[in-house]
């Protein structure tokens, strides 16, 4: 069985930061490439980063870029998703994902094929 494990979500206020944590476990993903999404009610699930654990390409979504950061541990098998300066809009369950996904469609949540249980993120104004 596989299992990826969110962590480190929170409340926090505007402007502040909280680092997600995905932790894998039953396999490793060394050829995979992880993504980070996210989703509020009512609203359909978001794409925010994703990270290639070869060579640790890097891909953002427009609306994080610049505040959000995705990196990797590969001796704890575990990648993270920094999170800066955090607004109300923010405010969703996180996922990370984990697939075999060309980088031409890294942004596509369909090529994700194994996800985590989600971590609750809220951002007071």
């Known amino acids: 069985q596989v299992d990826l494990v969110e962590s480190g979500g929170g409340l926090v206020q505007a402007g502040g930061s909280l680092r997600l944590s995905c932790a894998a476990y039953?396999?490793?993903?060394?050829?995979?490439?992880m993504g980070w999404f996210r989703q509020s009610p009512g609203k359909e699930r978001e794409f925010l980063a994703a990270?290639?654990?070869?060579?640790?390409?890097?891909y953002y979504a427009d609306s994080v870029k610049g505040r959000f950061t995705a990196s990797r541990d590969n001796a704890k098998n575990t990648v993270y998703l920094q999170m800066d300066n955090l607004k109300p809009e923010d405010t969703a369950t996180y996922y990370c994902?984990?697939?075999?996904?060309?980088?031409?469609?890294?942004?596509?949540?369909?090529?994700?094929?194994?996800w985590g249980q989600g971590t609750q993120v809220a951002v007071s104004s």
């Open positions: 994902a984990a697939g075999m996904v060309p980088s031409t469609y890294a942004k596509v949540e369909s090529w994700y094929n194994y």
């Open positions: 039953g396999r490793t993903f060394f050829e995979h490439t």
């Open positions: 990270l290639k654990w070869i060579g640790g390409d890097t």
